[in-house]
T-cell receptor, first 113, second 113 residues
Framework: SQWGEENLQALSIQEGEDVTMNCSYK?????VHWYRQDSGRGPALIIL?????REKRSGRLRATLDTSSQSSSLSITAAQCEDTAVYFC?????????????FGAGTRLAVCP | EAAVTQSPRSKVAVTGGKVTLSCHQT?????MYWYRQDTGHGLRLIHY???????EKGDIPDGYKASRPSQENFSLILELASLSQTAVYFC????????????FGHGTKLSVL
């Protein structure tokens, strides 16, 4: 399969804490997408990092990509209650002329009680 | 903001019955996709299309057909619904550029009884 972790992971933190979510992939990709899914909604892209980038920032989000170890991480600084969601990473293993994303199982993040 | 609309939002079907899920996008996107999400898991690609009147098999196409009668519309058809097809189905669209983000609909919750 594409992913190192097959089952949904779960994290619970307090507001104001920093959190990092990891994913590993087995097939070469030129880009890693990170999507956020709120309850009852479809996933929405929050940050995208390409293979020529080691780090990408967007507001309180920071994504990293290590192509040598085929892993990526998403960090949220000073988490807020509204960050509660499921976070997925996705890759394009074919890296061809079209998008055909493969999604990991995701991490369910709970912030606040 | 790009828009992908799915109908119905939820459906209950009987085993062996025919089910059609519909998707409409107003994004002028070339690519459209159908993903399936099972509880506690990531999204898996069923079918996709990059041009009207043509569809391609994704990673889990068995038991599903797809139809793309126009650029805007993409349907998923379950000719003989089975219990194992109970899941949430997401439609998405994207531009025809490598690494482009996917825009998802809200999803259709299908229960096969």
């Amino acid at each position: 399969s594409q992913w190192g972790e097959e089952n949904l992971q779960a994290l619970s933190i307090q507001e104001g804490e920093d959190v990092t979510m990891n994913c590993s992939y087995k097939t070469y990709t030129t880009v890693v997408h990170w999507y956020r899914q709120d309850s009852g909604r479809g996933p929405a892209l929050i940050i995208l990092i390409r293979s020529n980038e080691r780090e990408k920032r967007s507001g309180r989000l920071r994504a990293t990509l290590d192509t040598s170890s085929q892993s990526s991480s998403l960090s949220i600084t000073a988490a807020q209650c509204e960050d509660t969601a499921v976070y997925f990473c996705a890759t394009d293993p074919l890296s061809g002329s079209f998008n055909k994303l493969t999604f990991g199982a995701g991490t369910r993040l709970a912030v606040c009680p | 903001e790009a828009a992908v609309t799915q109908s119905p939002r939820s459906k209950v079907a009987v085993t062996g019955g025919k089910v059609t899920l519909s998707c409409h996008q107003t994004n002028n996107h070339d690519y459209m996709y159908w993903y399936r999400q099972d509880t506690g898991h990531g999204l898996r690609l069923i079918h996709y299309s990059y041009v009207a009147d043509s569809t391609e098999k994704g990673d889990i196409p068995d038991g599903y057909k797809a139809s793309r009668p126009s650029q805007e519309n993409f349907s998923l058809i379950l000719e003989l619904a089975s219990l194992s097809q109970t899941a949430v189905y997401f439609c998405a669209s994207s531009w025809d550029r490598e690494g482009e983000r996917l825009f998802f609909g809200h999803g259709t919750k299908l229960s096969v009884l």
